[in-house]
């Protein structure tokens, strides 16, 4: 559909806006006054490429700080759970212990909103575009992406090679903490000749480690995020950009509010507070679930983009707890290498997190997620999540990349 030339301006386009968007409102958070701004540019955008009756800011309160503020409280019950095992009271200690792992587990394994409640609520936008096809819809496709960027990750500004283990290690000291609880009332229990204030042989020990070396590792993640936002060029302010290019190649000039689709309904979407939980696509999937369910709907998001190497199409979602359609993951590889564009197939690993396509897969859509950064184990060089992420981090090559795989399936789908 698109030769390089055309492409490539495009490219330079939505590289142009992300660059001026961060020039104007700098770090986006949730539920800030820089985030709603960028959120009212982005929809005037749409609005003037896709006609205003198209267009909606569609607002929803959420709490974003328990997302990344929940770790504070895993701490504290680590340290209660610490002193009642010195007190020689393993039982309590145990239920304490276990359920900070449990609770920790479904609010960050499986985003469950268990926290919120202890956090201020806030008001976020999403931007909605909508474009009809020529004729009666049969289907509809979702283009989506996020424009709030995160919280710096404080220990990526120094070396990232080890960042697996910066996240991993305080989360094993927790386990070993709730296990030996477990242990030392069951040996209450029991182990004979064991008395009420019984304890295993290993105890002394066991306290030691879990008091010294235990307690550094759990209290990094006290300071694991600044309170600072980090500019979100290229997570995930481009991929926003990109959409209002897509906007302008497919609306039909002659007919407002249309695209030049024959029968495919093209929704385009701009999720807030992606950064804070997946909150956006949440509120999204709650205001539109009829709707999703009308027509057959397809999603391609957009995250991540840097390096056109890290071209990638992820096959699961959400700490890999969910899993998104193969087949268009492998259309879209099979588009971008026709193009001559590497690419492959990935899944998002436990600790990685999660993309807004998981709540819409949730939620029955056929989704995928396209990213463009490298997702190793060991790892090094991420601007992600730091103050580095700005527009000179991405190539201009992988914008156009993106651009020509999305505009090439949303064809496909025809």
């Not at 929803?60 to 700080?65: D, K, L, S």
């Not at 600044?226 to 991929?239: F, K, T, W």
């Amino acid at each position: 559909m698109l030769n390089s030339a055309q492409l490539s301006h495009h490219a330079r386009q939505a590289l142009e806006t992300t660059r001026s968007l961060i020039e104007r409102f700098g770090g986006r958070l949730a539920g800030s006054e820089a985030c709603r701004q960028a959120a009212l540019c982005l929809q005037d955008e749409f609005s003037r490429i896709c006609g205003p009756a198209q267009v909606r800011l569609e607002a929803f309160t959420t709490r974003p700080g328990a997302f990344t503020g929940f770790y504070r409280i895993d701490i504290l019950l680590y340290c209660v759970g610490l002193v009642l095992l010195w007190l020689g009271q393993p039982l309590p200690a145990a239920l304490l212990l276990v359920w900070m792992v449990f609770a920790a587990g479904l609010q960050f394994g499986y985003y469950v909103e268990l926290y919120d409640r202890f956090y201020p609520r806030k008001t976020c936008y999403n931007v909605v575009a909508a474009l009809e096809p020529q004729q009666p819809a049969r289907r509809q496709v979702i283009l989506s992406a996020h424009h709030d960027s995160a919280q710096e990750l404080r220990f990526l500004k120094s070396s990232q090679k080890l960042y697996a283990l910066k996240i991993v290690v305080p989360d094993f000291f927790r386990i070993m903490a709730g296990v030996f609880a477990i242990y030392w009332a069951a040996y209450r229990v029991f182990v004979s000749g064991a008395g009420p204030a019984a304890a295993p042989p290993v105890t002394p020990w066991m306290l030691g480690l879990l008091s010294t070396v235990g307690l550094y590792f759990v209290f990094t993640k006290f300071s694991l995020f600044s309170r600072e936002a980090v500019p979100g060029a290229g997570d995930n302010l481009i991929a926003s950009a990109m959409l209002l290019e897509l906007a302008r190649l497919f609306a039909d000039p002659a007919n407002p509010g249309h695209s030049t689709l024959r029968d495919t309904r093209l929704v385009l979407v701009s999720f807030d507070a992606e950064e804070a939980g997946l909150r956006g696509a949440r509120a999204f999937v709650r205001a539109h679930r009829a709707e999703l369910a009308a027509l057959p709907t397809l999603n391609l998001n957009i995250d991540s983009i840097y390096k056109v190497e890290d071209l990638q199409f992820l096959t699961s979602d959400l700490n890999s707890h969910v899993r998104l359609d193969r087949a268009l993951a492998e259309d879209c590889v099979q588009i971008a290498c026709a193009g001559g564009y590497p690419a492959r197939l990935a899944v998002m690993r436990f600790g990685g997190g999660g993309t807004d396509a998981a709540e819409l897969a949730r939620a029955g859509v056929r989704a995928i997620t396209m990213i463009a950064m490298h997702a190793g184990i060991v790892r090094d060089g991420l601007v992600y999540h730091t103050m580095q992420d700005t527009v000179d981090s991405i190539e201009p090559r992988a914008v156009e990349a993106c651009l020509h795989v999305a505009a090439s399936w949303l064809l496909k789908t025809q």
